[in-house]
């Protein structure tokens, strides 16, 4: 004849209690740090900050055909922070200048603040020394000085940091677009070149 087996025997283990409390722990600990983070979002509403060209300008462009280039360029770039709550730290700018592949000038600026809502130049005005060229850069330089039109690669970053209430943002801001000038004028062609934060 088949037994009842009482189930009053058996206790959950104080290890599985103590592993269901922590869990409800942090649990509840995200769902407030969630709920804190979306208010101060709304209430800040903050944007990336971003870097962009806003006037280059080939000055003096050197090229002899042993293949030394050398070149004059006055360049601005402008930071904007458009947030209207929040102030940004820039800080590791470096921007690199170059002629197919090849590095013409290497740009720095030192750690600076952006107020809220605002925006700051950086403008640099620098003279390359002699750069040699390789045979395929000969070839491409030639073919830009017949057509007319010079093209230049901008590649650079820089580290933004910007306070939400007591929460600090890091993040790097990328550029990288491409410069092309009209030679002899030195004038740029359809400028648009802005950063992409990470």
């Not at 045979?135 to 580290?159: C, I, N, S």
Request: proline share 4%.
């Amino acid at each position: 004849m088949p037994r009842l087996i009482s189930e009053r025997g058996r206790r959950t283990s104080w290890l599985v209690w103590l592993a269901a409390i922590v869990c409800a722990i942090l649990a509840i600990v995200v769902i407030i740090t969630s709920i804190i983070v979306l208010a101060i979002y709304l209430i800040y509403q903050p944007r990336m900050p971003y870097i962009k060209v806003a006037y280059a300008q080939l000055n003096n462009l050197g090229y002899d055909q042993s293949g030394l280039l050398e070149i004059e360029m006055a360049l601005k770039l402008v930071v904007e922070n458009d947030n209207t709550k929040v102030h940004a730290i820039f800080s590791d700018q470096s921007f690199i200048l170059q002629f197919h592949g090849i590095d013409v000038a290497e740009l720095r600026a030192d750690p600076f603040d952006i107020a809220k809502n605002s925006s700051f130049d950086l403008n640099y005005l620098f003279q390359s020394s002699p750069i040699p060229l390789d045979e395929v850069a000969m070839e491409t330089m030639d073919m830009a000085l017949k057509k007319g039109v010079v093209p230049f690669d901008l590649h650079g970053q820089a580290r933004t940091r910007w306070r939400v209430s007591y929460f600090s943002l890091k993040c790097w801001t990328h550029l990288s677009c491409q410069l092309h000038f009209f030679w002899p004028n030195g004038s740029t062609i359809n400028l648009d070149c802005s950063s992409k934060s990470h």
